[in-house]
């Protein structure tokens, strides 16, 4: 089991740039692949981005693709997820998730953490 923990979300203007930080305890995060998810209010939490265990295959949601950058640091046992160029259709509650594989599917991931919010104003 891993324990994980969102970090860096907040209150933006759009074309602004946030990064996610999630850090995982317990069993050693390099053992797992990682993904970010979000979920905005009165819709389903959907898939963002992905990152194998070593970090070499990454991919990434069309919605975000070319603004969003995901990185792993796995001697610090943290997962980033860098955002530019934010969007007002941005706004959610962005999740960390570990699994093992890395997977657009959210049901590959059996660890999640708590979330943080995003706010992206126009």
């Known amino acids: 089991q891993v324990q994980l923990v969102e970090s860096g979300g907040g209150l933006v203007q759009a074309g602004g740039s946030l990064r996610l930080s999630c850090a995982a305890s317990?069993?050693?995060?390099?053992?797992?692949?990682m993904g970010w998810f979000r979920q905005a209010p009165g819709k389903e939490r959907e898939f963002v981005s992905t990152?194998?265990?070593?970090?070499?295959?990454?991919y990434y949601a069309d919605s975000v693709k070319g603004r969003f950058t995901i990185s792993r640091d796995n001697a610090k046992n943290t997962v980033y997820l860098q955002m530019n160029s934010l969007k007002p259709e941005d706004t959610a509650v962005y999740f960390c998730a570990a699994g093992s594989a890395a997977s657009t599917y959210s049901r590959v991931y059996n660890n999640w953490g708590q979330g943080t919010q995003v706010t992206v104003s126009s």
């Open positions: 317990g069993r050693t995060g390099s053992n797992y692949a």
């Open positions: 990152i194998s265990r070593s970090g070499g295959y990454t």
